[in-house]
Protein backbone atom coordinates (compact mmCIF):
# COMPACT_ATOMS: atom_id res chain seq x y z
CA UNK A 1 0.00 0.00 0.00
CA UNK A 2 3.15 2.34 0.68
CA UNK A 3 4.70 2.27 -2.88
CA UNK A 4 1.33 3.23 -4.71
CA UNK A 5 0.63 5.85 -2.17
CA UNK A 6 4.27 7.22 -2.83
CA UNK A 7 3.56 7.24 -6.30
CA UNK A 8 0.73 9.14 -6.31
CA UNK A 9 1.99 11.43 -3.76
CA UNK A 10 5.38 12.27 -6.21
CA UNK A 11 2.71 12.46 -9.16
CA UNK A 12 0.82 15.28 -7.06
CA UNK A 13 3.75 17.57 -6.34
CA UNK A 14 4.92 16.63 -10.28
CA UNK A 15 1.78 18.23 -11.49
CA UNK A 16 2.02 20.74 -8.98
CA UNK A 17 5.30 21.96 -10.47
CA UNK A 18 3.99 21.78 -13.30
CA UNK A 19 0.95 23.73 -12.57
CA UNK A 20 2.54 26.19 -10.35
CA UNK A 21 6.27 27.11 -12.30
CA UNK A 22 4.80 27.14 -15.98
CA UNK A 23 8.30 29.16 -17.06
CA UNK A 24 10.52 26.20 -16.32
CA UNK A 25 8.66 23.44 -18.78
CA UNK A 26 10.87 22.85 -22.03
CA UNK A 27 10.17 25.31 -25.02
CA UNK A 28 10.71 22.46 -27.13
CA UNK A 29 9.64 18.78 -27.66
CA UNK A 30 13.62 18.17 -28.26
CA UNK A 31 14.33 19.64 -24.05
CA UNK A 32 11.29 17.70 -22.83
CA UNK A 33 13.01 14.70 -24.52
CA UNK A 34 16.56 15.71 -23.09
CA UNK A 35 14.93 16.20 -19.68
CA UNK A 36 13.55 12.35 -20.20
CA UNK A 37 16.81 11.17 -20.79
CA UNK A 38 18.57 13.11 -17.78
CA UNK A 39 16.02 12.13 -15.21
CA UNK A 40 16.50 8.35 -16.57
CA UNK A 41 20.44 8.71 -16.11
CA UNK A 42 19.74 10.28 -12.72
CA UNK A 43 17.60 8.00 -11.76
CA UNK A 44 20.07 4.70 -13.12
CA UNK A 45 22.70 6.95 -10.86
CA UNK A 46 21.29 6.62 -7.76
CA UNK A 47 21.89 3.68 -6.50
CA UNK A 48 25.87 4.22 -6.76
CA UNK A 49 25.39 7.51 -4.93
CA UNK A 50 23.39 5.46 -1.89
CA UNK A 51 26.04 3.18 -2.16
CA UNK A 52 28.73 6.19 -1.54
CA UNK A 53 26.79 8.16 0.87
CA UNK A 54 25.27 5.75 2.97
CA UNK A 55 28.05 4.21 4.65
CA UNK A 56 29.02 7.59 6.10
CA UNK A 57 25.71 8.20 7.97
CA UNK A 58 26.33 6.98 11.27
CA UNK A 59 23.20 4.84 12.16
CA UNK A 60 20.09 3.44 10.60
CA UNK A 61 17.71 6.93 11.06
CA UNK A 62 19.74 9.37 9.14
CA UNK A 63 20.65 6.54 6.41
CA UNK A 64 16.41 6.25 5.56
CA UNK A 65 16.68 10.31 5.90
CA UNK A 66 19.77 10.23 2.86
CA UNK A 67 18.08 7.77 0.57
CA UNK A 68 14.74 9.62 0.72
CA UNK A 69 16.09 12.84 0.35
CA UNK A 70 17.51 11.83 -2.55
CA UNK A 71 14.87 8.84 -3.92
CA UNK A 72 11.98 11.60 -3.76
CA UNK A 73 13.59 14.63 -5.97
CA UNK A 74 15.30 11.86 -8.24
CA UNK A 75 11.53 10.10 -8.73
CA UNK A 76 9.63 13.24 -8.59
CA UNK A 77 12.01 14.62 -11.86
CA UNK A 78 11.06 11.54 -13.81
CA UNK A 79 7.51 11.64 -13.15
CA UNK A 80 7.94 15.83 -14.29
CA UNK A 81 9.97 15.10 -16.84
CA UNK A 82 7.62 12.71 -18.39
CA UNK A 83 4.83 15.12 -17.24
CA UNK A 84 6.56 18.05 -19.35
CA UNK A 85 7.40 15.45 -22.47
CA UNK A 86 3.69 14.44 -22.67
CA UNK A 87 2.37 17.94 -22.32
CA UNK A 88 5.06 18.80 -25.26
CA UNK A 89 3.50 16.16 -27.17
CA UNK A 90 -0.45 17.22 -26.88
CA UNK A 91 0.50 20.70 -27.89
CA UNK A 92 2.35 19.72 -30.98
CA UNK A 93 -0.74 17.78 -31.57
CA UNK A 94 -3.25 19.07 -31.14
CA UNK A 95 -2.26 22.45 -32.21
CA UNK A 96 -3.69 24.88 -34.88
CA UNK A 97 -2.24 23.72 -38.58
CA UNK A 98 0.69 25.30 -39.80
CA UNK A 99 1.41 25.83 -43.18
CA UNK A 100 0.15 24.00 -46.30
CA UNK A 101 -2.19 25.34 -49.29
CA UNK A 102 -4.46 28.09 -47.89
CA UNK A 103 -7.82 27.34 -48.33
CA UNK A 104 -10.13 30.08 -49.53
CA UNK A 105 -13.70 30.92 -47.61
CA UNK A 106 -15.77 30.03 -50.68
Known sequence: MFEPAAFLGLAAVAM???VRYPRIRPRSLVWAVVHVAVSFIGFALLP???SLLLP???AH???LFVALALL???LTYVLLSW???IARIVEQL???PR???PVTGK
Open 48 to 50: EML
Open 99 to 101: GGH
Open 16 to 18: WVY
Open 61 to 63: SPR
Open 83 to 85: VWL
Open 94 to 96: GGT
Open 56 to 58: LAP
Open 72 to 74: IPA
